[in-house]
């Protein structure tokens, strides 16, 4: 590959605070996930990207592919504003496995990607998704109200067999409008949903509830992860939601720990997978990373439908060491000494506790401790407040409590009680503590169920 076509550093991917199973680009900056998809055996990862800058600047759209959702190798820049007219902010992508577009010549089915500010463009790949060419020499496809629009995200839509485009615009205050195409390339405007949450970035899935494939719903969400749960007529979404939930407990703005998340087009299985910007990491030739890759399902609650967020399973193929220990009930002093032999750097530590038999208070999960006893994050559980983490959790049920931690160079994401509760986090390890050792710390006895810590290799070898 040329200098023009691939233009990074050398880099091992080894700098200080470079996550070493959360991607992050080889060089340069990144910021929101775009045009997610799958194709024939690989998954394709635009990105929103500065090759040249640590900082934002002009956008051009990174491209990484995979086979397992895990393990990513950086490919040759997609989207060049040298090349491609426009401005090439966030956006969608889809494969076209019907030709509804009619723009298949040769083997490999049509993808399109899709872009632009106050107006959005499409690009197509007759290559399996490396390189793209302007529709219509560039032209504006879809026109949404307002006087700023960005980020088109296109799905099929099943029941009437047509595409539909969601984009936010800035018509009357934050919104999203709402179009539908037969062939992706002529679109016709047919709704907008006005709400002050729905900013930037909207993501439209269609899930079933509890894996009952005749309980369809529509979930609409925006940049921040924030969602409403409704139906979609194929012109217009309804919902009896009044106020959105949010994905992660800690949502947050643009450049924040979780930001942008977009979903997979054309997966297997009927699976969403999603992946986030995490704006918070940087190192001395790269900015921002990636969440992991989460499976998303859409499950029952005594509240109603919620959205449940797991590591994709795929995660467990970096697994190359584990430690595990028996069930049984530990004095606090048993606890603080139950992984002082453990040392690890990149890991998931995974805990189920029996709450009904738990005397502690509080529960303490202590992570990269050095010597002198600092410790570079600790992640609490308070039994009187019923919260992780400094944040409400769902009721656990049959008072067992469940806990995933991800522990990374730069990041840490929490799951729990199922994937109800997910928090996706930049917190900068290698310069904080730079220990490695982890302590399990309770202020009454406390009973676990099992626990496991599972040492995790790198993505990069």
Not at 120 to 147: C, H, K, M, N, W
Not at 184 to 191: D, G, H, I, Q
Not at 376 to 381: A, E, F, I, K
Not at 384 to 411: E, F, I, K, Y
Request: net charge negative.
């Amino acid at each position: 590959m040329t200098a023009e076509t691939m233009p990074y550093p050398a880099t091992d991917y080894q700098e200080a605070n470079r996550g070493q199973y959360h991607f992050s680009t080889r060089g340069g900056w990144m910021n929101d996930p775009n045009g997610l998809l799958h194709y024939r055996g690989t998954y394709h990862l635009y990105y929103q990207h500065a090759p040249n800058s640590l900082v934002w600047d002009t956008m051009h759209w990174g491209h990484a592919t995979s086979t397992d959702l895990v393990r990513w190798e950086q490919q040759p820049i997609a989207l060049n504003p040298e090349q491609h007219v426009g401005e090439l902010w966030s956006g969608g992508g889809v494969v076209d496995v019907r030709n509804t577009s009619g723009l298949k010549d040769g083997d490999h089915d049509p993808i399109l990607v899709f872009t632009g500010t106050q107006g959005v463009r499409t690009f197509y790949s007759l290559d399996g998704g490396f390189t793209f060419t302007a529709y219509d020499e560039g032209r504006v496809i879809a026109q949404p109200s307002g006087r700023e629009s960005r980020d088109p995200k296109v799905v099929w839509h099943p029941p009437t067999e047509r595409w539909v485009m969601v984009v936010w615009s800035d018509n009357d205050g934050n919104g999203l409008d709402f179009f539908v195409s037969a062939d992706l390339l002529s679109w016709e405007r047919t709704s907008r949903i006005t709400a002050g949450w729905a900013f930037e970035c909207p993501d439209f899935t269609l899930m079933p509830l509890d894996g009952d494939l005749t309980d369809l719903h529509w979930v609409l969400r925006d940049g921040r992860g924030s969602y409403l749960v409704g139906d979609f007529d194929g012109r217009e979404f309804h919902t009896d939601w009044t106020e959105p939930q949010t994905i992660t407990r800690n949502p947050g703005p643009a450049a924040s720990d979780y930001y942008a998340a977009q979903s997979f087009d054309n997966l297997p299985d009927g699976r969403v997978v999603t992946v986030a910007w995490q704006g918070k990491n940087s190192g001395s030739v790269w900015t921002g990373n990636l969440s992991l890759a989460v499976e998303q399902r859409l499950v029952s609650t005594p509240e109603g439908p919620r959205l449940a967020s797991e590591p994709v399973d795929e995660l467990r193929t970096l697994r190359h060491s584990s430690s595990t220990w028996q069930p049984g009930r530990l004095t606090p002093e048993e606890a603080c000494a139950l992984l002082a032999g453990e040392a690890a750097e990149t890991y998931e530590l995974a805990a189920t506790i029996d709450l009904g038999a738990t005397e502690a208070g509080s529960i303490t999960f202590r992570l990269r401790v050095v010597a002198d006893g600092t410790s570079g994050r600790d992640v609490t559980y308070d039994v009187a407040a019923v919260t992780l983490d400094g944040h409400s959790l769902p009721t656990a049920p049959n008072g067992v409590l469940t806990v995933r931690l991800l522990v990374d160079r730069g990041q840490l994401e929490i799951f729990a009680q199922d994937g109800l509760f997910y928090e996706c986090l930049n917190v900068d390890f290698d310069s904080g503590s730079g220990g490695d050792g982890i302590e399990l710390v309770a202020d009454g006895p406390v009973v676990l169920t099992d626990l496991a810590v599972h040492r995790l290799g790198s993505i990069w070898t």
